[in-house]
């Protein structure tokens, strides 16, 4: 029987996913944050390399299962799927990203799936300025990108939710105060 949360959260770039996913981390106790940004590598050997990647990935986390701690992941293989989807890469993902999923929900933790978007998709200009913040290779900060991701996003979150239903899957408008963005995410995730 479970006894640890497995939270993924994905969204759009500019969604406030740092912010959300800090801010879990230090609500949360015993509660460990992981980054991932994917493979930077858009060429058909990328897709062994992100599907190496994220099947070594699942075989951490479920070693990690009942153990009293909480994983937080700040994206994961989701991202790749949406990145294929968007034909941002030279492959498609979705045959490695239905076997991830699957394996992914029948992992011992209470799993929770969070995609974050903004209702008002113009405050994503303010969300993207990066003069101040590193600039990823191959990442196009600009209002359609994020548009585009965030609908695919969020097309994913439905499919998930339909198709497996021990995944709490939420979407989460994060372009109000955050304080109601937290008092979701306690109500939500109960710490």
């Known amino acids: 029987m479970a006894n640890s949360k497995l939270i993924v959260v994905e ?6 996913k740092t912010t959300v996913t800090d801010f879990i981390r230090h609500s949360l106790s015993y509660t460990n944050l992981y980054r991932l940004c994917g493979t930077s590598d858009t060429t058909k050997e990328g897709k062994k390399k992100a599907e190496d990647m994220y099947i070594d990935l699942l075989e951490y986390i479920k070693k990690m ?3 009293s701690i909480n994983l937080l992941f700040d994206r994961t293989f989701f991202t790749e799927e949406n990145y294929c989807r968007l034909g941002k890469k030279d492959y ?5 990203y239905e076997k991830l999923l699957e ?3 029948k992992l011992d933790f209470d799993i929770y799936y969070i995609t974050l978007y903004l209702r008002d998709t113009k405050k994503y200009s303010s969300r993207l300025d990066r003069k101040d913040k590193a600039k990823f290779k191959n990442s196009d900060f600009d209002v359609e990108n994020s548009i585009n991701q965030q609908r695919v996003y969020l097309e994913m979150a439905e499919e998930i939710k339909e198709k497996y239903p021990n995944i709490k ?6 372009d109000r105060d955050f304080e109601e963005t937290k008092k979701e995410l306690k109500e939500l995730i109960g710490y």
Do not use: Y
């Not at 498609?92 to 490695?96: A, G």
């Not at 899957?169 to 994060?174: G, L, M, Y």
């Open 11 to 16: 969204g759009a770039q500019g969604a406030g």
């Open 65 to 67: 299962e009942n153990k």
């Open 92 to 96: 498609t993902f979705s045959d490695v």
């Open 103 to 105: 394996d992914f929900s």
């Open 169 to 174: 899957v939420v979407n989460i408008a994060n």
